[in-house]
């Protein structure tokens, strides 16, 4: 066991506020890690900062022991961490199948490749065929993803995360939103095709955090307040005050 | 069904272009040789905006450094084939629109095309002001005596319409097929997808930067193939090739024929080409003319008239497949 992800004092301030103040956090192989504390606290700015999208002010982040916090978004993305957003964000004007492809391809990196024609590369098609039926979008594989339901496009956004094959996940609110029924097949969705992955997500749910998470981390004001298991969490005297309220009373 | 449609629409075109040398008159076959170097540079363009959706002000420069370059090859080195001040002036194009990717391709959208504005306004002013090299607002003449040596039918010269229609039309054959063939590569679906979202293309991991690299160069490259060619054509090159005349040309055609599709820069190359020759029998003022007809695309077919055509093709099609079923 050891962690995949830490960030070590990390800040960041944008015009002269702090948004997010010496957070230190470890996430261990294999855990689902949930993030958790009220609009504004920081957590998309976390995700932000970790996936190369911003620099951090000060601090170290380190991906499987390797420094990453001046590394651009794509190499990021390369070396096996992934993200999905809390706005959906999908290639809107492109089939599901393609959007599916796109993923596909960038993973395997052809990318770039000018040589050969996209079309008839038998193992990217094989590829993506199978990943739209592990996120059941195999029957709608020609519509236009912008014309996809809500639940479809999140269901899209997931799949295409998981295509990248990360060994890190950064789920942005997947179920924020939803419908209940809705809510509970992604969450079905989430843990059947996040075997065996480490993920962190950031939640609002409580149920679905509390169904998910091995460890729970809470974040207040951009800094962290606690970690600790379900269990601690919910005992935590302070993130009572803070965050959860009533919320078990 | 509907494919094999498209490639005989494509076939019957072809065929169409080799075979008008036999009933068009000489002056007619200048225009359509115009047409179709107006259409490389188009396509070369289609590559940025249409594909990637990069808006470029600035696109003369690579036309113009493809022209420029070829001229002093024919001048200076008249032992070089008439192919390879071509291909040299192709090859000057690309690490021109290297340089200005290396230079731009960070900027966002407006930026990036004042950019290329202020870059093709750059080699103007050289152009205008090496008199050394360039000949200065005279230009440069003096390569019509040359010739091409071919196989079978021995060396044959440029100024001969003949053979410079029929070269030109191998060229752009071919240049319009590179370019379909790299819309459809796996570089051009990325392409594609900065169009569409390239937050999103950045977190799959694309290195965005080097792939609007590549896209600059290879869409210069082309570029300048057609100011090669134009300048075997016109016999004289001058500062004009830079000025942002050229540069908006290209937008103009964009828009008339339609930038979201392949086949669009093609038509509009046509239609720009005889509007503006047939404007200009009537009217000094042509641009005007031009103008209103502009504006009335913008506003009343933003897809530009290839949707005619679309609309007209599906319809065909439709009834093609009704009458098989």
């Known amino acids: 066991m050891h962690n995949i992800l830490e960030l070590e004092d990390i800040s960041k301030h944008i015009q002269g506020s702090q ?9 261990i192989e294999g ?61 809107t004007g492109m089939s599901v199948y393609e959007n599916m492809r796109n993923a596909i391809v960038a993973r395997y990196k052809y990318d770039l490749k000018i ?135 | 069904m509907r494919r094999n449609l498209t490639i005989l629409l494509w076939a019957t075109v072809v065929l169409l272009a080799l075979l008008c040398p036999f009933f068009l008159p000489r002056y007619q076959l200048y225009l359509l040789a115009e047409v179709m170097l107006y ?45 390879a001040s071509i291909f040299a002036g192709s090859l000057c194009g690309l ?26 306004q750059l080699l103007w002013a050289i152009a205008w002001t090496w008199r050394g090299l360039t ?41 319009i097929l590179l370019c379909w063939f790299f819309t459809r590569t796996p570089l051009g679906n990325t392409l594609a997808c900065l169009k569409s979202n390239s937050d999103r293309a950045q977190f799959l991991g694309t290195n965005i930067y080097q792939a609007k690299f590549i896209l600059f160069g290879y869409s210069a490259f082309i570029a300048a193939l057609s100011g090669s060619l134009y300048t075997l054509l016109t016999k004289m090159v001058s500062p004009k090739v830079f000025d942002m005349e050229t540069s908006f040309d290209v937008v103009v055609i964009s828009v008339i024929g339609g930038y979201t599709k392949f086949a669009g820069p093609i038509l509009g190359s046509f239609l720009y080409v005889y509007l503006r020759e047939y404007l200009a029998e009537v009217t000094a003022r042509w641009q005007l003319i031009m103008g209103i007809i502009f504006i009335s695309i913008v506003l009343y077919y933003p897809d530009g008239l290839i949707q005619l055509f679309e609309s007209g093709f599906k319809r065909i099609n439709r009834s093609l497949r009704q009458s098989n079923a």
Not at chain 1, 19 to 27: A, D, H, M, R, Y
Not at chain 2, 56 to 70: C, E, K, M
């Open chain 1, 19 to 27: 948004i997010i103040n010496q957070v230190s956090l470890s996430v």
């Open chain 1, 31 to 91: 855990e689902i890690h949930a993030l958790i504390g009220p609009n504004g606290a920081g957590k998309t700015t976390l995700f932000n900062l970790i996936t190369g999208k911003f620099r951090p002010s000060d601090g170290k982040i380190f991906f499987q022991g390797k420094r990453i916090d001046h590394a651009s978004i794509h190499q990021i993305a390369r070396k096996g961490l992934a993200r999905s957003f809390q706005i959906t964000n999908i290639f």
């Open chain 1, 115 to 249: 040589w050969r024609l996209l079309k008839g590369m038998r193992f990217i098609d094989e590829t993506t065929q199978q990943f739209l039926n592990r996120i059941n979008l195999a029957d709608l594989s020609q519509e236009k993803a912008g014309t996809l339901s809500y639940g479809h496009q999140r269901a899209l956004e997931m799949g295409i995360t998981m295509a990248l094959d990360p060994q890190l996940v950064l789920l942005d609110e997947p179920t924020a939103g939803m419908t209940a029924e809705e809510t509970s097949a992604i969450v079905d969705l989430i843990r059947q095709i996040t075997k065996n992955k480490t993920l962190v997500i950031v939640e609002h749910d409580m149920d679905v955090v509390f169904k998910l998470a091995h460890r729970i981390s809470v974040l207040h004001h951009g800094e962290i307040l606690a970690t600790g298991t379900p269990k601690e969490i919910k005992q935590n005297r302070q993130v009572k005050e803070a965050y959860l309220g009533g919320f078990f009373e």
């Open chain 2, 39 to 83: 259409a490389i540079y188009a396509i070369s363009y289609y590559l940025l905006l249409g594909q990637t959706g990069i808006l470029s002000f600035g696109h003369a420069a690579y036309f113009g450094l493809g022209a420029y370059t070829t001229a002093l090859c024919l001048i200076h080195l008249p032992v070089m084939p008439v192919l």
């Open chain 2, 95 to 120: 690490l021109g629109g290297l340089l200005v990717g290396a230079f731009l391709l960070r900027l966002s959208k407006f930026y990036l095309a004042l950019g290329t504005l202020a870059f093709a």
């Open chain 2, 135 to 175: 000949g200065g607002d005279d230009g440069l003449i003096g390569w019509a005596g040359h010739k091409i040596a071919f196989p079978f039918l021995g060396s044959l010269g440029i100024s001969n319409m003949l053979v410079l229609y029929y070269l030109i039309l191998c060229f752009s054959v071919g240049a």
